[in-house]
């Protein structure tokens, strides 16, 4: 954080400095004993922070601030109590702050200062690509090898007794399961189960006909109670 000291008296910018150089990251570009030179200095250079005295020959601390345009954050610096509540009626100044400055009053409103300066710390962004991808995946134990089955690919599954068989594009899968724990792993946009011993994916229905629907060459029926449900997800037109 870059800053610099406008102040009318060698000491007092001593004084401020000799504080900056105890701040790790904080860096005094310039000092000046008018506020005249400071505003052309930063007509040609940005800064982060100014330390501002109020009392100074020709322009006040104030008078000063209103000639910029787009003013950095400021620290008042003064040894007159008197101004707190008109300072603050303008945004760029962080603090006001009395001397003599000791060093815990200086970093207090250091801190206040980086926290209007630094920006927004980001949320890491969500790897939704490799969400997708997980999401996207199914691993079911046959013969002790896991096996994965991308889910989008899956059009039915079956329950036989204590297996079910998942019905994909390329390959069926026998699996010792229930019908109720892979429905559970499952998105609920895509998968319904229409029977006690069926769930489809809805998205590769080709016909409905009464109470049966065709999938791929699979006549799966559906029952009574699931029926409306399933009416529910159609975009019936």
């Given at each position: 954080?870059?800053?610099?000291?406008?102040?009318?008296?060698?000491?007092?910018?001593?004084?401020?400095?000799?504080?900056?150089?105890?701040?790790?990251?904080?860096?005094?570009?310039?000092?000046?004993?008018?506020?005249?030179?400071?505003?052309?200095?930063?007509?040609?250079?940005?800064?982060?922070?100014?330390?501002?005295?109020?009392?100074?020959?020709?322009?006040?601390?104030?008078?000063?601030?209103?000639?910029?345009?787009?003013?950095?954050?400021?620290?008042?610096?003064?040894?007159?109590?008197?101004?707190?509540?008109?300072?603050?009626?303008?945004?760029?100044?962080v603090d006001y702050v009395v001397k003599p400055i000791t060093l815990?009053?200086?970093?207090?409103?250091?801190?206040?200062?980086?926290?209007?300066?630094?920006?927004?710390?980001?949320?890491?962004?969500?790897?939704?690509?490799?969400?997708?991808?997980?999401?996207?995946?199914?691993?079911?134990?046959?013969?002790r090898r896991l096996i994965k089955i991308d889910i989008p690919s899956?059009?039915?599954?079956?329950?036989?007794?204590?297996?079910?068989?998942?019905?994909?594009?390329?390959?069926?899968?026998?699996?010792?399961?229930?019908?109720k724990k892979i429905e559970e792993k499952l998105p609920d946009d895509?998968?319904?189960?229409?029977?006690?011993?069926?769930?489809?994916?809805?998205?590769?229905?080709?016909?409905?006909?009464?109470?049966?629907?065709?999938?791929?060459?699979?006549?799966?029926?559906?029952?009574?109670?699931?029926?409306?449900?399933?009416?529910?997800?159609?975009?019936?037109?």
């Amino acid at each position: 954080m870059n800053c610099i000291i406008i102040d009318d008296e060698e000491t007092a910018r001593a004084i401020i400095h000799q504080l900056c150089n105890q701040v790790d990251g904080l860096q005094v570009v310039e000092e000046f004993s008018n506020a005249i030179q400071a505003m052309k200095f930063l007509n040609q250079q940005e800064i982060d922070l100014i330390f501002l005295d109020i009392h100074m020959p020709d322009f006040t601390g104030f008078d000063f601030i209103q000639t910029l345009k787009n003013p950095p954050k400021i620290i008042l610096t003064t040894s007159d109590k008197n101004f707190a509540l008109e300072a603050f009626e303008y945004d760029c100044i962080v603090d006001y702050v009395v001397k003599p400055i000791t060093l815990p009053r200086f970093l207090k409103a250091i801190q206040k200062a980086e926290n209007f300066i630094a920006p927004p710390k980001e949320e890491p962004k969500e790897d939704t690509s490799a969400k997708s991808s997980e999401e996207n995946d199914l691993y079911v134990n046959i013969d002790r090898r896991l096996i994965k089955i991308d889910i989008p690919s899956i059009y039915l599954i079956e329950a036989k007794g204590d297996y079910i068989t998942v019905k994909t594009e390329g390959k069926n899968y026998t699996v010792h399961s229930t019908l109720k724990k892979i429905e559970e792993k499952l998105p609920d946009d895509l998968f319904l189960k229409v029977h006690r011993s069926y769930v489809i994916n809805i998205k590769r229905i080709i016909d409905i006909e009464d109470n049966s629907v065709l999938i791929a060459k699979d006549v799966i029926p559906v029952s009574r109670s699931n029926r409306p449900e399933l009416m529910k997800r159609l975009n019936l037109l």
